[in-house]
């Protein structure tokens, strides 16, 4: 191969819920894409983030946290992580240095051990441990699966990322260029907007809430030539009462949840925003196929 030959290919980033994916993947591209939670199985659907050089263009698909399923939405989310492995250049599979190795690394390293992809261990949140704890960790995982490559990182702060990068673009081949360069996403805006509200959702709301939630964004309309943007979105939960704690005692809850929600959709589009969101109960809905659809999870996408 040419050493001025253009790279490109598709890496998936897999783990256990809560190891910092999304934290990765936001810190790659450079701005916020997938939403960030510490409640497990934030990220429902594939992100796709590009990240493009002179050199090469990796496009990351940030899977959902592989779980044992435990609704039609889980069994869902399971498909798209395990589906993914199939069609990508490089599986990164994420670890949180300070959880160690458990169960659901077992169940992951037992869906790897069918692919023929490279897989690399990345071991995140590095900052939260004494160096003398890396090897150690290191050596029990490489007992189970014989990892092409092991890099420690730190995603919220930087640590290694660069590294890793080089590490990735190394196993792509040759390609083109399948996103234009300026591009970071290939989710509409439309997509982005619902998770950012969700995101504001979970972290404003407590337990009873965070697996219950969608949005469903009804209107995007350009307004005052072109000048603002208005929003309208509907929180879909599964009961009244959880319906009651998102829109909050006299609707603060809700208008905390719109006002932060508006601060990242203006940084997203960089224009002004008006955001009015609305809260409708749909029983069940995580166990409905038709509503699962009419929410955008759609399993003959992937």
Known sequence: MSKNEYKSGFVSIIGRPNVGKSTFLNRVIGQKIAIMSDKPQT????????????????????????????????????????????????????????????????????????????????????????????????????????????????????????????????YLPAGPQYYPADQVTDHPERFIISELIREKVLHLTREEIPHSVAVVIDAIERRDNNQSIYVSATVIVERDSQKGIVIGKQGKMLKEVGQRARADIEALLGTKVFLELWVKVQKDWRNKMNQLRDFGFREDEY
Do not use: C, W
């Open 43 to 170: 990220t429902r659907n594939k992100i796709q983030g590009v990240y493009t050089t002179n050199e090469s263009q990796i496009v990351f698909i940030d899977t959902p946290g592989i779980h044992k399923p435990k609704h039609k939405l889980g069994d869902f989310m399971m498909k798209v992580a395990q589906n993914t492995l199939k069609e990508v250049d490089v599986v990164l599979f994420m670890i949180n240095a300070e959880e160690g190795y458990g169960r659901g690394d077992e169940f992951i390293i037992e869906k790897l051990q069918h692919t023929k992809t490279p897989v690399f261990l990345i071991i995140n949140k590095i900052d939260q441990i004494h160096p003398d704890q890396l090897l150690p960790l290191i050596d029990q995982y490489r007992a189970f699966y014989p990892f092409k490559e092991i890099i420690p990182i730190s995603a919220l702060q930087g640590n290694n990322v660069d590294t890793l990068l080089e590490q990735i673009e190394s």
